[in-house]
């Protein structure tokens, strides 16, 4: 998995090239220099690539996942506990709200299907 190029690095890490190259301008990715005319890439780099967009799919944004590589680096294992702990709650509140919408969303779907007459629940609460 040596020596990759950018598109190979971005299939490798599942990501679009133009991902690659955002990730890399806001620091989150190194750009190798040249190597007869083009980057070549690593395996480190897409388990960079990686873990990037495992921590995004966790809700955390690129300035905590920047804050979290920093941290790896320097072996600061409670401020990431905090940055985990952090995300549970955000997480957690979340949920919250999405089990409050389901909720509304089945009461007004029921009574959508019990009425007959006059303007739809469903369509009359968003109004």
């Known amino acids: 998995m040596a020596n990759l190029t950018i598109g190979s690095l971005a299939a490798e890490a599942g990501v679009g090239v133009?991902?690659?190259r955002f990730y890399q301008r806001r620091g989150l990715l190194a750009v190798p220099p040249r190597a007869g005319g083009i980057r070549r890439y690593g395996k480190r780099d897409v388990d960079r690539l990686r873990f990037i967009?495992?921590?995004?799919?966790?809700g955390f944004t690129l300035a905590e996942i920047a804050e979290l590589i920093a941290l790896d680096a320097g072996e600061d294992r409670?401020?990431?506990?905090?940055?985990?702990?952090?995300r549970?709650?955000?997480l957690d509140e979340k949920i919250a709200e999405l089990k409050e919408a389901r909720t509304s969303l089945a009461r007004l779907?029921?009574?959508?299907g019990e009425?007959?007459?006059?303007?739809c629940p469903i369509i009359a609460s968003f109004g």
Do not use: D, S, Y
Not at 53 to 58: H, L, M, N, P
Not at 78 to 86: G, S
């Open 18 to 20: 133009e991902t690659v």
């Open 53 to 58: 967009r495992r921590a995004q799919a966790a």
């Open 78 to 86: 409670p401020r990431a506990r905090q940055l985990a702990k952090a």
């Open 88 to 90: 549970i709650v955000a």
């Open 109 to 112: 779907a029921k009574e959508c």
């Open 115 to 119: 009425g007959r007459a006059g303007p």
